[in-house]
């Protein structure tokens, strides 16, 4: 059963009958609005949005980035499928997987962030959303709409933290600037 995240709240990434989960992916999805055109006519506009993760130590530095110019971790732990430009079709436009299990013990916290590459802001983004699903099964676990709709081209989604033996996932939904994850980090160091 998946559990709609609100600001600040945070799950256990345990599975239900015990144990934790080994293999996660954060899926991004969003449409384009349609945009009046000429003579009336309604045309769906190009947004590319992406999807990043940020590898945090404990001491809050970053270790490392998965995102639509790497599309892998140095340790192969994260894997950023692809860059989709548009947000055509249905369900997730862009997929990062994470092998929970691999990812290096120095690593305490995964920062997932969205921004709009093309400088749209969020208010000409419809049906954004963010959300954890078990790899091994497929069930979805958690899942973060992307409301809001304002004036800034970024957003802070949410982080995923060792949590004792396990992880656990907190939404953050910060709003934010930048057309690349490196233009966030000031904003996404508030919330380690």
Known sequence: MS???QKG???SL????GGGLTRVKMGLGWDAIAKKGLFGRSKAQSIDLDASCLMFDAGGNLADSVWFRQLRSKDGSVLHTGDNLTGEGEGDDEVINVDLASVPANIVQLVFTVNSFTGQDFSQIANAFCRLVDETTGQEIARYDLSGAGRHNAQIMAKVSRDGQGWSMTAIGAT???RTFQHLLPTVAAHL
Request: aromatic share 0%.
């Open 3 to 5: 559990i709609s995240l």
């Open 9 to 11: 709240q945070k799950v």
């Open 14 to 17: 345990a599975k239900p009958g």
């Open 176 to 178: 934010a600037d930048g």
